[in-house]
């Protein structure tokens, strides 16, 4: 059940989305330092990996025409092929002794691994050569990698769009890529709001004044942007002054693609940044269905031509609203700014988990409930889910999803989404 | 059913982890720059979070028994009170103004959210005071946050050995920690091993020898490495000459607290770090009963006193035998090293899926097989499951940790990893 006057989630998602575009601009990235970026153009091999057949274990190279004549028959070892290192085609009646990785010489079809050869001579006994002999009949093909096995010559590998992790870096580097083509990264300015707020070390616990409180947003949302591969600036506090605030808004607007904000834009009398935003743009203030984090902003600030806009997110000022808002509904933009493709740029999909509380009433809001997995896979519920207790994030590790009026009885199954899962 | 002389897995990962102990040094992080570092000490609160009673919405602080008297009573509203500011006492028959975060007055029991107030007189009217009227009696304590609700002074908050992460940031912060209390990072020297391996960039493909192969090893472990929070000098190529090879970790040594290699360590005769090692201290030659990654190498190079050892894993050369290897025993032991506790380091607890795939023989050894949730919350499986198919770990999202001689069967729950929960 939803209530009138409230934007559903999705809804708010949606409009989110479709304001925005991936940001123009390409450039290059050393393979070596890409983790995380974002492929701007879909990734042609231009070879087969591996380039050549090759020897999978160590061993010996065989015909298996010359085994099938006798299973246990004293083949001499006519070569020794190393990884990186040609070897001569295999003459009928020899083997090639072969190590993991050599390249397997013409005329062999099968890879014998060395623990099931024996020798049956050493060099310089009989003619010079050592000879082997095998227990076994391989079969066609054992122990060898195909060429173009991992990738064929000429094939997308990936598309672009891809977000870059650590394997992606591997199989990019497998194809010989030094460099690769990525989208820039994208550049967000960071406020805080409030005349409450201090830094931390600038006043000392004891010295506090009454309703002064630190300012811990900001250590935050910094930390998730990194982990988002963004660019932050972090513009500090903004005083509670409207001239104040259009200037430092204005300024920010020139050199980045996103001002984001903590605080100041509740329907409260003394929130300057909305004025400001309107001013420098245009402003929605949504009231979002969902607990934490009713209250979210969202907008543009205009910028000269060919620049276009700057956009412009004014998340709630509780710590656990902003935290909850900003892996809901930001984390899904920026990836779509970032280059991410729509299907990517939503909640992740949640785990059914058993819930191992109850909880008699719901909130009329959807709610994400900070819980956590226990030993034997069910949830347990944070005690306090006020939107100012930092700790229930830090207690937790990952949020129930619970629609409105939703009551739950122990043992329930329920919508889990872990936090690994919200955060690149 | 386990494979005599092959190690199980658990017993592998128990020697790693008792061989290690947490680097010592502790170093001061500004706690802006330390998302990812491991807390050296345990962290007590200077102070309650929040540190008075305040708002927790935007409306008027009042008293209880004034509106008990009569609900629609006019009410002058005495004070405004925005956060930053301490108000006056509320003297009895009248309410504050107040915002979110702002102290609440001394006398207030109760905030009441401005939807829940209509105006009864603007400020002028009657003796220049504005007045307003509830429509429903506050319940006691309503939308206000208490002091230390979030944090109480002098208690623990986070104990030694927690890697901190955006949350734990923004409640350090929250708590006036400018700087924090952590570990030193950890000194990684990363080497590659073979012959047959060229450098992207150095090389064409079009160029490429027969039996050259790109390095790609480097490249994932590298940022793997990262991902944990390491700090990671890249050595390079290990020629495939002992003397070489020798003086190359003899320097590596010196200065980091482990030398992981890839390639070099198998049976094979073509080797030159395992004597290289074993001259410079000590190695054990594993075969972990593992699909992929039965060669594992684990050692020590010595150092002169009072550093002590230096650690030594070498990894399987193959890209997909190197990468499962450091996910479920690397990545262990060096959260180990970092300090956190030993519950911390292990492989995390599996989530049970539903395979929609048959696997109508397992292998012989346990095997890590690559899979990815498909839309219905299952397990599709990769076709190629070779270990020198980098692609199967950039298509999969998770590993499927199947026990030796494992039969699946369309439906079968089965021990389900996803990559997330295996890369920091």
Redesign the interface.
Known sequence: MSRPGLMQLEDALAALLASVEPVSGTESSA??DA?GRVLAQDLVS??N????D?A?M?GYAVRLADLQVAVGRPLPVAQR??????GQALQPGTVARI?????VPAGADAVVM?EDAESAGEAGEEGGQASVRFKTLPSSGQWI?RRG???RAGTV??PAGTRL???????????????LPVRRRVRVALFSS????V???D????R?????????????????L??LGCEVS?RGIVP?QREATVAALRAAADSHDLILTSGGV?????DHIRPAVQHLGGLDLWQIGMKPGKPFAHGWLDRPSPQGRCHFVGLP???VSS?VTFVVLVRPFLRRLQGLPLEACTLP?P??RQAHFELAKGDKRREFLRVR?NAQ?GLDLFH?Q??????S??WGDGLLDNPPDGVIRYGDDVHYL????L?D
Chains 1, 2 share one sequence.
Request: glycine share 12%; hydrophobic share 40%; net charge negative.
């Open positions: 393979t070596f983790d231009a070879l990996v591996p380039g050549h090759h999978s160590d092929i190393a990884a990186g290192h040609a190590f993991t990785g050599a390249p060395q990698r096995e991992d990738v590998v990936l992790g650590p394997a992606e870096l591997g199989l990019t580097a497998s194809m010989g890529y030094a460099h409030g005349d409450e707020l830094m931390p070390g006043v000392p616990p004891e506090m004044k009454p309703g002064a409180i630190y300012n811990s947003n900001r250590f935050f949302l910094r930390a998730l990194h982990r972090d509670d509740s329907v409260g009398e003394e000022g509780n710590p935290f999909k785990q059914l997995l896979g306090n006020s939107s100012g207790v930092l700790t994030v830090v872990p936090f690994d899962t955060l």
